[in-house]
């Protein structure tokens, strides 16, 4: 066999593969109003219970509790909502880390409800979860920053123009 056709043969090979890959890629990702709905807007405050630092999002695991018709919280009842953000380079930029977002803090996200609405058993943690994706996070000390997960679909309201912030550092 000739060099010429060696090259083409593992030239062809090679497109095939990154053709495979591709499609892959693309069909993992979603736009924000495939699963979010852009009319059901939700503020949870609560702690946080764990965080998945994780492409291509990061998912943040609040403990969120049910309130009246005032805003107040009922006592003994919560939700587990876990809040997809951006990726986690975007949290970095936003000035967000590891080392900012702890167990047990206590945030506010902005977001929106999944299109479900439904609240559904997690295969990771085997308790009943509702999903959100988030807008931003405010912090105990007024700190807001973007969550850079809203893309395609998501409502236009400026919070993806929010700056960094000094967040917060746990003691």
């Known amino acids: 066999m000739s060099n010429y056709a060696r ?6 090979a090679f497109a095939a593969l990154m053709t495979l890959g591709a499609g892959t890629v693309a069909h993992a990702h979603h736009a924000f109003a ?10 949870l405050r609560g702690p ?18 049910d309130t009246d ?10 939700f587990s909502w876990m809040v997809e953000g951006g990726t986690p380079n975007t949290l970095l930029r936003s000035g967000v880390d590891k080392t900012t977002l702890k167990e047990g803090m206590q945030i506010v ?12 058993v997690s295969q990771k943690t085997r308790v009943r979860t509702c999903k959100a994706n ?16 809203s893309g395609t679909g998501a409502p236009v309201d400026g919070a993806d123009k929010l ?9």
């Open 7 to 12: 090259y083409g043969t593992a030239a062809a």
């Open 34 to 43: 495939a699963e979010f709905d852009s009319d059901a807007p939700v503020i």
């Open 48 to 65: 946080i219970t764990f965080i998945e630092w994780t492409n291509p999002h990061t998912w943040i695991h609040l403990k969120v509790p």
């Open 69 to 78: 018709a005032k805003g107040q919280a009922k006592p003994g009842t919560t």
């Open 109 to 120: 996200v902005r977001g929106y409800q999944s299109k479900d609405a439904l609240c559904v």
């Open 134 to 149: 988030g807008r931003d996070i405010t912090f105990t000390n007024g700190c807001k920053v973007f969550m850079g997960s």
């Open 163 to 171: 700056g960094s912030c000094a967040a917060p550092k746990p003691t």
